[in-house]
């Protein structure tokens, strides 16, 4: 399996509080991506970074901010939680985007914002 | 990505061979096939992938029609680990990795003992 960990695996937080989720790597691959899982929505991608202090957003970046000031560490933050950022987020790393390369992910973050 | 059709569910006995097929028939020629599985409460994991050729790694195979339009996931000798939601997906050209990666809704495969 590809080196990468997510922490926590689960929380459970209050609406307004503010939640930092850690994906780390250690396959010194360039690319790291954050995307949620919703029953009926399948993956989306939140924000993605192509290098340190290198990020971008995707498709349902609002709400969350990101940072990656290592490359082995991509941090994805909730600042006020709110329960529709309830979720299983997934963490994804990748050598670059072309077109025949592969993705691995983390085993996920269960977020429960009540 | 261009589109996929997958049947929505099978059943494969303990110890056979699972083929998994797959519908691509918009495909265009620079467009590579990757097949991903998603493990009941485990993030998604990376089978193979393809162009034209078939392909084999320590996982699966991966055969492609000679037309492109459709392909099959072949698990050798499945296990009970290896029930899962299995993803067929086309990549667009400029797209990889795990950029705008978009899962549908899979085929559920449920190995029997």
């Known amino acids: 399996d590809a080196g990468i960990t997510q922490s926590p695996r689960h929380k459970v937080t209050e609406t307004g509080t503010p939640v930092t989720l850690r994906c780390h790597q250690t396959?010194?691959?360039?690319?790291m991506y954050w995307y949620r899982q919703d029953p009926g929505h399948g993956l989306r991608l939140i924000h993605y970074?192509?290098?340190?202090?290198?990020?971008d957003k995707g498709e349902v970046s609002d709400g969350y901010s990101v940072s990656r000031s290592k490359t082995e560490d991509f941090l994805l933050t909730l600042e006020s939680a709110t329960s529709s950022q309830t979720s299983v987020y997934f963490c994804?790393?990748?050598?670059?985007?072309?077109?025949?390369?592969?993705?691995?992910f983390g085993q996920g973050t269960r977020l429960t914002v009540v | 990505d261009a589109k996929t059709t997958q049947p929505p569910s099978m059943d494969c006995a303990e110890g056979r061979a699972a083929n998994l097929p797959c519908n691509h028939s918009?495909?265009?020629?620079?467009?590579?096939v990757y097949w991903y599985r998603q493990i009941h409460s485990q993030g998604p994991q990376y089978i193979i992938h393809?162009?034209?050729n078939n392909e084999t790694n320590e996982m699966a195979s991966l055969i492609i029609t000679e037309d492109r339009k459709s392909s099959t996931l072949i698990l050798p000798h499945a296990t009970l680990r290896d029930t899962a939601v299995y993803y067929c997906?086309?990549?667009?050209?400029?797209?990889?990795?795990?950029?705008?990666?978009?899962f549908g809704k899979g085929t559920h495969l449920i190995i029997q003992p």
């Open positions: 994804a790393i990748s050598e670059s985007p072309a077109s025949n390369t592969e993705a691995f």
């Open positions: 396959e010194n691959h360039r690319y």
């Open positions: 970074s192509y290098g340190v202090k290198d990020t």
């Open positions: 918009t495909i265009s020629g620079n467009e590579y």
């Open positions: 393809g162009l034209k």
């Open positions: 997906i086309v990549r667009a050209p400029g797209t990889g990795g795990a950029d705008g990666l978009t």
